[in-house]
């Protein structure tokens, strides 16, 4: 697991408030039962701050570390999709992406790709995108800041065909790659919740243990923001496993969520 993504996992699943200036030595606590060591998190760290996705405040001998607002824009996209379990509505719109980025240089047009990937757009070819969820005012932020408003237009659209509205789904995701990495998820958190819950009845599960393994539960959970668009029901297929993932999750986060806090704030230092 990379260090940069689950300090992004820590801050989206614990912290309420987002605008938090965190002191290092807690966020090298919380990556530490995480099995990163404390120069790895450091450099990690550094190179988020140089990237723009947090800040570093002095406060006499400490060092405290909040997101940026590029960094606050990311959680806050992935907690809404993460903890949203309400099933999403479809008027059979499409929100439609067409990018002018030929010229642009490829580590740009990498970037924006990874956006649209991450905000549950699909490809309908090198400049189009498509979902059938309207995340406009997402999409203008982050546009604006990658200052790529000019070369983007997005469009609301109803599809007449001439084929069916599957015949896009298959094109524009692989949603059968998809439901095999949810029945993976499925198998593996379905025997980690009956242990833990063994655990947690014979009185042997420690806080420290939960909060790692709620970490690692959304840590897994979030890697679905980039490949599952979330389709509404009317596109996918019956009893869809996506459906028991989701529960899953849901119940395994529920259960962990006492101790896994209790570790937390027991570690947990912010400058007032």
């Not at 999709?81 to 010229?103: H, I, K, L």
């Not at 090198?126 to 800041?145: C, F, I, T």
């Not at 890697?223 to 668009?229: A, G, V």
């Amino acid at each position: 697991m990379r260090p940069a993504s689950l300090c992004f996992t820590i801050f989206g699943d614990n912290f309420r408030d987002l605008n938090v200036k965190v002191w290092v030595g807690s966020l090298i606590r919380y990556l530490g039962a995480l099995g990163v060591t404390e120069n790895a998190a450091r450099v990690t760290f550094s190179r988020m701050v140089q990237q723009g996705l947090l800040e570093v405040f002095r406060n006499g001998q400490k060092s405290y570390y909040a997101l940026s607002e590029q960094g606050k824009r990311r959680i806050l996209d992935g907690v809404r999709r993460v903890y949203n379990w309400e099933e999403p509505r479809w008027d059979r719109e499409w929100q439609v992406v067409v990018c002018n980025v030929s010229q642009l240089e490829r580590e740009t047009r990498e970037r924006l790709r990874h956006e649209l990937e991450w905000m549950g757009f699909g490809s309908l070819g090198r400049d189009l995108w498509v979902s059938p969820h309207k995340r406009y005012n997402a999409l203008r932020q982050m546009l604006e800041e990658y200052g790529l408003t000019n070369r983007v237009h997005v469009f609301t659209a109803l599809y007449e065909g001439p084929q069916f509205m599957q015949d896009v789904v298959h094109q524009a995701w692989d949603m059968e790659d998809v439901a095999r990495r949810y029945d993976a998820f499925v198998v593996e958190f379905s025997s980690r919740h009956q242990m833990f819950h063994q655990k947690m009845v014979m009185g042997e599960l420690t806080a420290e243990e939960a909060f790692v393994e709620r970490t690692q539960l959304v840590h897994e959970f979030r890697k679905f923001l980039f490949i599952d668009p979330r389709l509404p029901t009317e596109l996918l297929p019956p009893d869809w496993i996506g459906n028991e993932a989701r529960q899953l999750f849901r119940r395994h986060h529920e259960f962990l969520s006492p101790l896994a806090e209790r570790y937390f704030y027991e570690h947990l230092e912010l400058l007032d």
